[in-house]
Nanobody, 128 residues
Framework: QLRPVESGGGSVQSGGSLTLACAVS????????MGWSRQAPGKEREAIVA???????SYADSVKGRFTISQDFDKNTVYLQMNSLEVEDTAMYFC??????????????????????WGQGTQVTVSS
């Protein structure tokens, strides 16, 4: 089981857009709990979107309506489309993909995903 690998981070002005990608070593249609978190300097890690076994995405209020998660099953890649970026979105963004079958019976909770299923992160910086 290889860790996911994030890409697509960078610097953008407020109001701009970025798309992050997360390459997963497991068939994404076999991943029962996946999503994105972020951590800004000096702040706690924040779960921003989680997708469970039923495919339903749950977004944090801070990104709802601006961020969208999607998957390319052929490429085993998960994307995070980020629009209307704000300075407050500046953070390191981490992707997680946990294929453990136990998630099929419970709500996907990113904070419960073991470290081994997390990527190393990609930096997003939004300037005013």
């Amino acid at each position: 089981q290889l860790r996911p690998v994030e890409s697509g981070g960078g610097s953008v002005q407020s109001g701009g857009s970025l798309t992050l990608a997360c390459a997963v070593s497991t068939q994404t249609d076999s991943v029962y709990c996946m999503g994105w978190s972020r951590q800004a300097p000096g702040k706690e890690r924040e779960a921003i979107v989680a997708v469970g076994a039923d495919g339903t995405a749950s977004y944090a209020d801070s990104v709802k309506g601006r961020f969208t998660i999607s998957q390319d099953f052929d490429k085993n890649t998960v994307y995070l489309q980020m629009n209307s970026l704000e300075v407050e979105d500046t953070a390191m963004y981490f992707c997680a993909a946990d294929p453990s079958p136990g998630w099929a019976k419970r709500q996907c909770t990113l904070t419960d995903i073991p470290e081994k299923y997390w990527g190393q992160g990609t930096q997003v910086t939004v300037s005013s």
